[in-house]
C-alpha cells in the first residue's frame, strides 16, 4: 500500500529499553515498519544493544539519558518527565506520530505540523485508577513521602489533561481507552485495535486439563482472585509472571495451583497452546494475552469488563462465534460460577479452536498497519486541505 505521507516523519515513544516489551512496543515496531520515521524517545537503552532490533538506530533522546541510572530506571523521574518531553525538538518533521501510555502525546508541535497519537491508556495511576494504586504503594502509607507523591499525581493530572489539547487526532487502542480519554481529557478518539503476533501460536495442539493465567504480578491483574476461586474450585491452575505480587499470591496459593514465574517464550506459546482455557480477572485497556490465547486455540474466561469486550465473545451473551465466557464482577464467586459453567458444558470442547484462532487474526500486525496506514494518510489529506481545526472524529462507542 503507498501511503501519501510526507518524506519526513517522526515517531515519538516514552522509553526504549530492554524491560519494555509489551503491547505498546509492539504498537511502536509496526509503526517504525510502516512509516520508516525518526525516532525519539526519552531514553534509548536499545540501540546499543547487540540482536535489538534498534541495534545502529540513531535515537534522539531527552536529558533523562544522561541522569543517574536514567535509562535502567526512567519512572523514577516521573515530575521531569512532562519537561523531558517538550524538549525534544520535532522542527522539521510535518508529520510527529506518536505512542503514548504517560507522557509521549505532550510533545510540542507546530501550526503547520500534523500530530496524531496512538494512546494506550491515560496515566492509570493518575487518574480513575489512583486510589488503588496508592493503597499498593509502601512509599504512599509514609508520612513524609504520601502527601508529596499525591501532590505530584495532581500536577500530572493537569498538565496530562492541558497536553492532550496539543494532539490533532487522537486514536485509542480499545472502545473502553476511548471512553477514559473522553472520561479524563474530554476528547474523542477514533478506535484502532493494536497488532497481536497471532503467527506465533499453534491453534491445533490437543488440550490439557490445566487452566492459564499469564500476566505481571502487579495488584490490578487481580491474579489473587483466580488463585482463591482455584483454590476454591480445586482444578489445576498454572500461573506464567513475575511480580510484586508473586511472594504474597504463593503464599495463598493451594495445592491445586503451580506459580511457574518467568517462563521462555516457546514454553509459553506451548502452554497457551495446551490449555483448557486461559483465564483473566484484570481490568484491560485491552488485553493482548487473550487475544494470543485465542491465536492459541484457547477460550478465555475474563472479566467482561474494559477492552475484553472488544476482544472475546461471550458464549452466554449470545454473540456469533463466542471464544468465551464473561464474568461481570471482580469477585471470587462470580469467577467460580463460570469456570463452573464452563466445565459442565466442556465448552473447551464446544468451542472450537480454529474459530479461535479466525478471530484472534482480526488483530494480526497486517491489519494494524493497513489500519493505521489508511486513518494517518486520510488525516494527512484533510490536513494538507483543511487544516488542523477541521480534523473530526467519532465519538466512544459502548
Known sequence: MALQLPGAIALVHEWLTPR???GAEAVVRELDTLLQPQLFSLVDGESRRSGSWLEGRRIETSFIQRLPFGVSHVQQYLPLLPLAIEQLDLSGY?????SSHLVAKGVLTGPDQLHVSYVHTPVRYAWDQMHAYLAASHLAGLPCLGPWIRWQLHLLRQWDQLSSARVDQLVANSRFTARRIWRCWRR???VI???????RFRWDLPRDDFYLCLCRLVPYKRVDLVVQAFNRLGLPLLVVGEGPERRRLQAMAGGSVQLLGHRPAAEVEELMGRCRA?????LEDFGIAAVEAMAAGAPVIGLGQGGLLDTVRCLRAGEANPTGLHFQRQEVPDLVAAVEVFEQQRLWQALPAEGQRRCAEQFSPGHFRHRM???????????????????ATPSPQG
Do not use: I
Request: aromatic share 10%; net charge positive.
Open 20 to 22: 519494555s516489551v509489551g
Open 94 to 98: 510535518p508529520l510527529v506520530v506518536s
Open 188 to 190: 474523542h478518539a477514533k
Open 193 to 199: 485495535h493494536p497488532p497481536v503476533a497471532v503467527e
Open 278 to 282: 486461559y483465564v483473566q480477572a484484570g
Open 373 to 391: 496506514g489508511r486513518s494517518l494518510a486520510a488525516c494527512w489529506d484533510h490536513f494538507q486541505r483543511h487544516g488542523p481545526w477541521a480534523l
